[in-house]
């Protein structure tokens, strides 16, 4: 249990922070998803400038390493581009 006032606080923003992390992984993980589903090409190419959005976004604010992003952007673009 936490002994001073500035560790109870930290708690609560760890918290906060934690739950606020977990909603744009997940939101963003949904949108890849939703991604790589597309049947139709013209509607890969219209998500895919949203999705690289999203996914630096994680990056620039550290919930996911800047590294995963670029791989993940490189892969679904790859994937847009094979498409028929």
Do not use: G
Request: hydrophobic share 35%; charged share 35%.
């Amino acid at each position: 249990m936490a002994n001073h006032k500035s560790s109870e606080k930290r708690i609560r923003q760890t918290e906060t922070r934690r739950l606020h992390n977990r909603y744009y992984a997940k939101t963003t993980r949904n949108a890849v998803r939703d991604l790589r589903a597309a049947r139709k090409k013209e509607e890969a190419e219209a998500m895919l400038p949203k999705v690289s959005a999203m996914l630096d976004k994680l990056a620039k604010i550290n919930v996911i390493h800047a590294n995963k992003a670029s791989n993940l952007k490189s892969k679904l673009a790859l994937h847009v581009n094979k498409m028929k």
